[in-house]
């Protein structure tokens, strides 16, 4: 695999899903629609992590979902390779499932209690039988193990005999059986402890190189995504608000959303905290049910005006800007130290 | 072997003993024998007691079932009624009932009745009911919507309404032979129970379906059939297996209450059902027509359900 690094390996154009609130037992009526995800586009580069984040509810997961293909979107287009993937059925479906892979949240329900590790993680081959011929599956899952740091004599273990930081390896030894392309990491250390969380996302990063991996890093936590991600993109209610690299997102935030979760990073040298300044969000997050008209941030903001309500801000490079931004009065702002 | 969670459990010491020595000498010889959850099971029930007990008595039962004529050479309808409600002796151990037929032929040759009509009625109800009740969670939406209120239909007739409604229409056609009239009850049991099994099965398969390694498995392409069968089946089954254990007991009683009423089994089957409800009328003056065969259902039940328990905690695995 080459890994030029600027191909486009998966495209995402206005990306919208819809999940409808419904009323009534037998007589189902919608009463509206939760918009989970609501026009999101992005590009992800071959060999390049694309971080996203975004606090609860914002539709991070539901992206990952939708980019799965196990839930259908409303509206929008993926193209994998320039090939629509909504339009895949069958074969060429299954042909998908191999180049795109999840890793899940929580490493205790993503596996079956009552399959061996050597079942969960040879799944994959008896799904897909032309990668591996049946004798040497086993020894497939062998090297899966090896490779994500596990002892392969632990294949007739059941996942409850071990650890979460374990359990989420073999979550990626399974994501990683079919050699895909694109891994989709669903808050994949949100579960861990913090100590785990490094081991897990540095084995994200040697992988990445061994495998020349393209990554979409979901995670609610900002210094998380900074450690693995070449590209960043800050979601709220369904809508990406800011979207650059690494040093654009951290060192030049341009959207007052990005800027007030970076000001909540905590900062472990106390002489840099106490001259810190901190912007506190006021409010809860507007009910995605029923966003605000224009910006939706704008109940949250404290540059919010006029133009904010009437007009919805696109996501575009601004003036004095280097990086798209979705705010009217974006204004680059460093604020992470050091 | 090495678990030592598991020597917590192994029961007697002499066996525990036994695996700490076996133990390390089975890891040093290479690695560990590839092993299926129903053989890790099977080599975990092996050594509990209560699963060996329940066993036993299921192996005698069945062997009293299948060939009652090593245990009595009484004819068990040859009655005598000079001998009508005559004590245990040591002619007639469980004693005479009140036709002067022998009790305890009786008792030997019912076994094969009830235990047929309890297995044969929880089977159905499990196969009718589970699979109903997997795929309706499974694939929910419209399918689950119509097999949801095609259950609430039967789920809304009285058992034993329904019972004595179904079993009195078709008693004449079913004739007289025994194993006409033993499908029939058969049937009937499982036609008016199946809904139970079907809620239980189809609440665990809700369950299971919104579980992430359901959504994991469905990510790396499995199909319908696979999901179903090999994620959804064995996390839903455990509920269903102890339901079960404990049907197989309720159904041999239910089965005595529809003999009780004239409606169920009847002459010339002979089932612990038939003898308890004969035995009624003369609790106070002949106790012992009714404490044999009754005796002989409760160690019947109490064996299954020893053996579902047994069962459904060596296949989970958190237990281990």
Known sequence: ?338 | MTDPASLGTAGPLAEASHDLVAGPAATTDGPERPRSLAADAWHDLRRRPLFLLSVGLIAVLLVLAAVPQLFTSVDPSAGDLARSRQAPSAQAWFGYDLLGRDVFARTIHGTRVSIIVGVLATTLTVLIGGSMGLLAGFYGGWIDGMLSRFADVFFGLPFVLGAIVILSTFRESVGAGPVGITALVVLTMSALSWPVTMRIMRSAAIAARNQDYVRAARGLGASAPRVIWRHMLPNCLAPVLVYATIALGAFIGTEATLSFLGIGLRDPVVSWGVMISEARDYLRVAPFLLLFPAAFLAVTVLAFVMLGDAVREAFDPKGR
Request: charged letters at 25%; a neutral charge; aromatic letters at 6%.
């Open chain 1, 1 to 338: 695999m080459s890994s030029t690094g600027t191909e486009p390996i998966l495209q995402v154009q206005d990306l919208v899903k819809h999940f409808p609130v419904q009323l009534g037992v037998v007589f189902k009526r919608t009463v509206g629609h939760v918009r989970a995800v609501d026009g999101v586009s992005f590009d992800l580069r071959r060999g390049e992590t694309l971080g996203v984040v975004g606090e609860s509810g914002c539709g991070k997961s539901t992206l990952a979902q939708v980019l799965m293909r196990l839930e259908p979107p409303t509206a929008g287009a993926v193209r994998f390779h320039g090939e629509d993937i909504f339009g895949k059925r069958g074969k060429d479906l299954k042909a998908l499932r191999r180049q795109i892979q999840i890793v899940l949240q929580d490493p205790y329900t993503s596996l079956n209690p009552r399959m061996t590790v050597g079942d969960i993680v040879g799944e994959p081959f008896e799904i897909h039988t032309e990668v591996a011929p049946k004798g040497e599956r086993r020894r497939k899952v062998q090297e899966l193990l090896d490779v994500v740091g596990l002892n392969p004599e632990h294949i007739n273990r059941y996942p409850h005999q071990f650890s979460g930081g374990q359990r989420q390896r073999i979550g990626i030894a399974r994501a990683l059986a079919l050699r895909p392309e694109v891994i989709i990491c669903d808050e994949p250390v949100s579960a861990l402890d913090v100590s785990i969380q490094a081991q897990v996302m540095n084995l994200l990063g040697d992988l990445q190189t061994e495998f020349g991996l393209s990554y979409i890093f979901i995670a609610h936590d900002l210094s998380v995504v900074r450690h693995l991600s070449d590209r960043v993109a800050v979601m709220y209610l369904g809508k990406i608000v800011e979207l650059g690299t690494e040093d654009e997102i951290y060192n030049r935030a341009a959207h007052p959303y990005t800027q007030a979760l970076l000001s909540a990073v905590p900062v472990p040298d106390p002489s840099v905290r106490a001259g810190r300044q901190r912007i506190r969000l006021t409010g809860d997050v507007p009910s995605p049910v029923n966003p605000p008209s224009g910006c939706r941030f704008r109940t949250r903001c404290w540059k919010a005006t006029e133009i904010c309500a009437e007009e919805e801000p696109a996501l575009e490079v601004r003036q004095g800007g280097h990086h798209p931004s979705a705010c009217h009065h974006a204004e680059e702002q460093h604020l992470l130290p050091g």
